[in-house]
């Protein structure tokens, strides 16, 4: 089966700009997450959603922001984009959440740099 | 708070001797706990979780509450294991992995 989509691949933004990023997760997970990886940080916890439902969110400004669409797939935002916010962002799938003891499918990540 | 902590941000072994990934959690709830993976140029997989107690690609893990602990084991590295690995925290119902920093693995020949 077809795995974690993330579009696009690659992105180049400017300060002070938005940027929408997709995620198609596997067929029938109905939970999607996404994380921010830097080379400080580490991987960190931006959101989750279920159902088209945010359950959790993580410790990031207002400026980051989700959604998901009735058939799993979902959209993150970030408007006006910092030189910070350059980052690989992750989106991860599984049938009902993670940390629910059941696995967490990551797709390859969008790679945003901010000039 | 969940915290997960890998003290080694490199460790560098020879193929055939053992390697011990170090994991240690902070959490006031009852611990998921996972091993994720990363090899060059693939997307981050999952390696093994702490409920099914099993041993994947030679590796095994075993929680410890006592010491909130959950180290990577494997008895004979093979170069293959070179990776990223990552300690992640779930627990409950708040829908999250809290992940270590990873360590970065490299077998040499």
């Known amino acids: 089966k077809a795995g974690v989509t993330q579009t696009p691949r690659y992105l180049i933004k400017t300060r002070g700009q938005q940027v929408t990023l997709s995620c198609s997760p596997i067929?029938?997970?109905?939970?999607v997450s996404w994380y921010q990886q830097t080379p400080g940080q580490g991987l960190q916890f931006l959101f989750e959603?279920?159902?088209?439902?945010?359950?959790n969110k993580g410790n990031f400004p207002g400026r980051f922001s989700g959604r998901q669409f009735s058939n799993s797939r979902s959209e993150m935002n970030v408007s006006t984009l910092e030189l910070g916010d350059s980052a690989l962002y992750l989106c991860?799938?599984?049938?009902?959440?993670?940390?629910?003891?059941?696995?967490?499918?990551f797709g390859q990540g969008t790679r945003l740099t901010v000039v | 708070a969940q915290r997960v902590t890998q003290p080694e941000k490199l460790l560098s072994v020879f193929k055939g001797a053992p390697v011990e990934l170090k994991c240690n959690y902070s959490?006031?709830?009852?611990?998921?706990l996972f091993w994720y993976v990363q090899y060059s140029r693939q997307r981050l997989q999952l390696l093994l979780r702490?409920?099914s107690r099993e041993s994947i690609k030679g590796f095994t893990a075993d929680l410890n509450k006592g010491e909130t602990s959950f180290h990577l084991k494997k008895p004979f590295a093979q170069e293959e294991d070179s990776a990223m690995y990552y300690c992640?925290?779930?627990?409950?119902?708040?829908?999250?992995?809290?992940f270590g920093k990873g360590t970065l693995l490299t077998v040499n020949p």
């Open positions: 991860a799938s599984s049938l009902v959440g993670q940390g629910a003891n059941t696995e967490a499918f």
């Open positions: 067929s029938g997970h109905r939970s």
């Open positions: 959603y279920f159902s088209e439902t945010q359950r």
């Open positions: 959490y006031s709830g009852s611990p998921e």
């Open positions: 702490h409920i």
């Open positions: 992640a925290l779930g627990g409950g119902s708040n829908y999250k992995l809290t």
